[in-house]
């Protein structure tokens, strides 16, 4: 609240002051929930903010900094809102317990920094706000008054800017203050209106938030001071009573905040009786004071404004000639002030004493203390005059003006970006202008070359399309012709294989019977070349004949089939089935042939001796059938051209065997006539593996096929 303008403004920001602590530390908190959810603040900091606050509760200010250090520094990942508030906890407390405005100064500049960093809008217009507030308040109290009222102006603008009605009742309290302090006692009180209207509208709630209700009953106790000091006791009584009647009724919905309220109401009760003492009620006027006294002589309480009201029941003492009264009561001020100093109580004290031993017919003492009381009203008065010859009105209207040239500057700086922006897009409209009639022009050249090279084109696959039918019908008259030729040649040929066979049997001469045997082996091959052939060229043309075939079945017929021509070898055979049976949709008579020929050739390209391993797996939705022998393998240069028609990798077997090479060609067009993929792979230890992999969705997996074999990628 406000005093007389001896002595009003320090008292007047020490309670503001204290509103701000409490608007730091505890309003942080009251709403926990609330600001979780709005992402404010962490969850580890709240719960540090809300021990401190309690701490400082117990009148232990230094160790509640203390325990905010020490848990401010263990939180991992503190929000903007947490940094925020653990500078201005200190900030408080070197600013209005210590009275170090220079330390208090630099929390203020660190809150400054922080709240740039804000993550949203509103964010930065609460924080910004604030902590220029508080920036502008330290260089007050260092009589920086010019940088104070700068710092003052850019919590206004923020305010202004963002619709801030918190941060615009700041800055408007703050306004009041100044005049107050000044003398304009009745602008004053309009500034103090405004703020107290400002403070209504922005999130107040009589039954949650306790620092807009602090706020709003210190208003009012304001303007009743200003109404008071511009001698309009009628309205100051009006003011004085509303602001009781708000802290009548706001009381029952904080019951955690009786020693707040209590202090509250004993500064109003030693404000009002004032009014009393203008109007000659004294009566009333001593037992408000004395409500006041009592109240806030209580430890924690706020003891200097006790102080200053027992100034003014001195006052009345004096005036009513009660020497004994007043004696005990300056013996008791004595006391308090040693405890507690106050240089506007200190002045008023040697004040009363001067004139009690006056009184007394003691005019040496009289005369040290009026002496005493000149040289500290001096003292204040002096600190006073710098601030009497600020202007406050002319700082803010400079800093108006200058607000403005900025924004014109920047305003004719976007207006030189926008001549500029123009100019170059025009510019670049003119070279796109140009670039795209240049390009129609060299377009129109370029459409009549394509359409020339169109027609080139056309032309060129006209004559691919003829060519590609011609090398068509002369593949199948190749096919054809070579069908022919086979079936011609393999009766002839057959007829000859059996004649030579009968000849065999008659008695000849040994080289008369080595040149049969010899016409007999090249009739005999003769033949198979044919058959070959005849296979190879229907396979082509001929669909299939599929069937549901046991798989198991097909390829241990194969094997057992193939037992005897491999025991001529010394060789073995070893099968390893499907754990159950399983059929497959396939040509029974084409998949024995495909099958049958990876055996022989296992057989005929495997040395004497040597053991031979057919296997019948499963992988994913596919059959595998295996076939590894330990033979002389395939070499890197003919991996090629193995399943190639008349491929020239074709070798002899290890007993000279003859080979043609269709065979694996023939097994190529069966198997992708199934949909299957055969290859093979060449062992590490010698010998190679061939593999036929068939399209068997659904199926179960049962063995597992060889590590070194991967299925290929259709």
């Known amino acids: 609240m406000i005093r007389n303008p001896r002595y009003s403004a320090y008292k007047v920001l020490l309670r503001h002051w204290w509103l701000i602590l409490l608007t730091l530390t505890i309003t942080a908190c009251s709403d926990k929930k609330k600001a979780v959810d709005n992402g404010n603040y962490s969850e580890e900091y709240l719960a540090v903010q809300a021990r401190a606050d309690k701490i400082w509760g117990l009148n232990n200010p230094d160790a509640a900094a203390h325990f905010l250090d020490s848990a401010f520094r263990k939180l991992a990942h503190p929000t903007i809102n947490d940094k925020f508030r653990f500078y201005a906890f200190h900030y408080v407390i070197q600013q209005k317990l210590k009275h170090d405005y220079q330390k208090a100064l630099v929390y203020a500049d660190s809150m400054v920094m922080v709240a740039k960093n804000s993550v949203n809008p509103k964010q930065y217009s609460m924080t910004y706000a604030e902590a220029a507030f508080a920036r502008g308040d330290s260089y007050f109290e260092l009589k920086q008054y010019t940088d104070a009222y700068q710092n003052y102006y850019e919590g206004y603008l923020t305010g202004k800017n963002y619709l801030n009605l918190a941060a615009l009742g700041d800055y408007t309290y703050r306004m009041g203050m100044i005049m107050y302090k000044k003398g304009h006692y009745k602008l004053a009180a309009n500034y103090f209106k405004d703020s107290y209207l400002q403070n209504k509208v922005e999130n ?26 511009n001698n309009d006791n009628d309205s100051a009584i009006v003011y004085f009573d ?10 029952p919905a904080f019951p955690d905040r009786v020693l707040h309220i209590e202090m509250a109401r004993g500064v109003i009760y030693g404000n009002k009786a004032e009014v009393y003492i203008q109007k000659g009620d004294t009566t009333r006027a001593i037992d408000m004071l004395r409500q006041s006294i009592a109240i806030n002589l209580k430890p924690r309480y706020d003891n200097r404004d006790a102080q ?26 004595r006391g308090q002030l040693d405890t507690i100093p106050n240089p ?22 009289a005369l040290t203390h009026i002496q005493r009381y000149n040289v500290l009203k001096d003292s204040l008065m002096s600190r006073a005059a710098l601030l009497m010859e600020s202007d406050v009105n002319q700082q803010l209207a400079n800093y108006e003006k200058q607000h403005e040239i900025d924004l014109l500057s920047n305003d004719n700086k976007l207006q030189v970006i926008y001549i500029y922006a123009v100019t170059l897009i025009a510019v670049l409209a003119a070279i796109i202008i140009f670039l795209v009639y240049r390009n129609w022009k060299r377009s129109k050249k370029d459409v009549l070359t394509v359409n020339i090279l169109n027609q080139q084109i056309n032309e060129q696959n ?19 012709i070579l069908r022919t030729v086979a079936h011609d040649l393999r009766n002839p040929i057959g007829g000859i294989a059996s004649l030579t066979s009968m000849m065999a049997d008659d008695d000849y001469t040994d080289d008369q019977k080595e040149l049969i045997n010899l016409v007999k082996e090249t009739s005999v091959n003769s033949l198979e070349l ?22 198991n079945s097909l390829v241990n017929n194969s094997v057992e089939l193939l037992r005897f021509k491999a025991a001529e070898k010394g060789q073995t055979i070893l099968m390893e089935p499907l754990s159950k049976q399983q059929e497959l949709l396939v040509s029974r008579e084409k998949m024995w042939r495909v099958i049958s020929n990876l055996i022989s050739n296992a057989i005929k390209f495997s040395p004497t001796g040597e053991t031979i391993k057919v296997k019948v797996a499963t992988a994913k939705d596919a059959l595998i059938i295996s076939v590894q022998d330990n033979g002389i393998g395939i070499p890197d240069k003919l991996k090629d051209q193995v399943f190639n028609m008349f491929t020239s990798a074709q070798r002899p ?41 068939l399209p068997a969705p659904g199926i179960e997996l049962s063995n597992q096929l060889p590590e070194q074999v991967s299925v290929p990628v259709a």
């Open 204 to 229: 107040y709630s009589v039954t949650k938030d306790f620092v807009s209700f602090y706020r709003r009953q210190e208003l009012l106790d304001n303007i009743g001071l200003s109404y008071r000091h």
């Open 242 to 251: 509303k602001a009781l009647a708000l802290v009548n009724s706001s009381a």
């Open 308 to 333: 200053l009201t027992e100034v003014k029941l001195g006052n009345l003492y004096l005036k009513q000639d009660k020497t004994g009264l007043l004696k005990t009561l300056l013996g008791d001020l």
């Open 344 to 365: 506007d109580a200190e002045a008023d004290y040697h004040r009363l004493l001067g004139n009690l031993y006056f009184k007394e017919n003691d005019l040496k003492s």
């Open 462 to 480: 006209h004559v691919l399309e003829n060519a590609l039918n011609e090398l068509s019908a002369s593949s199948q008259e190749k096919d054809r």
């Open 530 to 551: 044919i058959n070959e052939i005849l296979e190879a060229t229907n396979n082509a043309t001929v669909p299939l004949n599929v069937e549901m075939v046991e798989i």
């Open 653 to 693: 077997g290890t007993d000279g065997e003859k080979s043609f090479g269709l065979g694996l060609s023939i097994c190529r067009q069966i198997v992708e006539k199934h949909n299957g993929k055969i290859w093979f792979e060449n062992s590490p230890g010698g010998g190679a593996t061939f593999l036929v992999s």
